[in-house]
């Protein structure tokens, strides 16, 4: 019997979840609209939130999985990348949970964990697979060899996918995180009605800045034609947008497929939830004959049943780390 209790804070969720012998018992996300307003994460307002929040969610984890602190058998917990502030509240508890119950603990890379978040339900991936990683602060191509040993083979060199998604938002007036509104606008506009460029960058990586300032021109020049252009274009606008941050991604993702010969394809991270992205590598899947992995949409974005399973798996392998371990806000792939 192993009982894992995944806490995740890296950014602004705070989120616990029980794992009980590799299953996912409960999963509870304490989200923080106090960001919204602000048009982006506060670090210091995302620190303070998650301290008021862990506690409850912890508990509330526990009470949904039918099991009381006692039955914990070791703590996993979110050690980087993220902002330091609000891995040190998720770090100092878990720390002090595996302390006060002589329990291991588990330090957990959250770029990993969004990958192995493919364990949680079946089917689950073969080693070795491809997966696009893509969030606000990451889009990375990495060729999974196994549960820990992942190599990074592409990522941006500048913006993320999820930040040229919330970028863009901030353009067209949408209020912060904008990539869900742009995935809901998208859906009734057309994506050929604007051309935006797709940037040539070698190997694997990629580029998501000059997208961003094309957008930005494109717009400013409209709107000195007409002052309405927004307003009057908006689902063909994010529809265009998601047509040329979807493509980017597939493009790269298909090059990486063909380069390795590896048929397990994947995508995870929070702009893993977008309808675009999900329904275009479905295609593309179809017409290359791979396989196929989407998250749930609880698992693309930021939780702890991702951190929960990663747990699961280190703690079968016994790979515990001490009371002296210190969150890292970048940590090597
Ligand atoms: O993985 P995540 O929850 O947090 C990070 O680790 O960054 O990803 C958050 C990012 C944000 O940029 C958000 O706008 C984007 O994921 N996102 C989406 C969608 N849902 C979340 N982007 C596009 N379409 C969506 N449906
Ligand atoms: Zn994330």
Redesign the pocket.
């Given at each position: 019997m192993a009982v894992i209790l995944g806490i995740e804070s890296?950014?602004d969720?705070t989120s616990a979840s029980i794992c009980i012998n590799g299953e996912i018992k409960s999963n509870i996300i304490a989200t923080q609209a106090i960001h919204a307003k602000y048009g982006g994460v506060v670090p210091e307002l995302a620190s303070r939130a998650h301290q008021q929040n862990i506690i409850p969610t912890v508990d509330q984890a526990l009470q949904q999985a039918k099991i009381t602190k006692n039955d914990v058998d070791a703590v996993a917990f979110t050690r980087g990348p993220g902002l330091l502030g609000s891995l040190l509240v998720g770090t100092s508890f878990a720390k002090s949970f595996a302390l006060a119950r002589n329990i291991p603990l588990i330090d957990i890379n959250?770029m990993q964990a969004?990958i192995l978040a493919h364990f949680i339900d079946d089917p689950k991936p073969n080693f070795p697979f491809l997966c696009l990683t893509v969030?606000?602060?990451?889009t990375q191509i990495v060729l999974v060899k196994d549960y820990f040993d992942m190599e990074l083979i592409g990522q941006t060199l500048d913006d993320a996918a999820?930040?040229a998604?919330?970028k863009t938002a901030k353009i067209l007036n949408l209020p912060y995180?904008?990539?869900?509104l742009?995935?809901k606008n998208a859906k009734l506009g057309n994506p050929n009605a604007f051309k935006l460029p797709e940037p040539q960058i070698p190997d694997l990586n990629f580029s998501f800045s000059g997208l961003k300032t094309a957008i930005l021109y494109m717009v400013q020049g409209e709107l000195k034609k007409n002052p309405n252009f927004l307003e009057e274009n908006m689902n063909d606008i994010c529809a265009s947008v998601q047509e040329r941050i979807v493509s980017i991604l597939l493009n790269k993702l298909k090059k990486a497929a063909k380069q390795t010969g590896v048929k397990d394809v994947a995508i995870a991270?929070?702009?893993s939830?977008?309808?675009g992205l999900r329904e275009s590598l479905l295609a593309m899947g179809e017409k290359y004959k791979w396989r196929v992995f989407i998250p749930k949409f609880e698992y693309?974005?930021?939780n702890a049943a991702m951190i929960a399973i990663a747990g699961y798996h280190k703690y079968l392998k016994g790979e515990f780390v001490g009371q002296d371990v210190a969150p890292l806000a970048r940590i090597p792939f």
């Open positions: 890296s950014c969720e959250h969004h969030s606000g602060g990451h999820g930040e998604f919330d995180p904008g990539g869900p742009i995935d991270g929070g702009v939830a977008n309808s693309c974005t930021d």
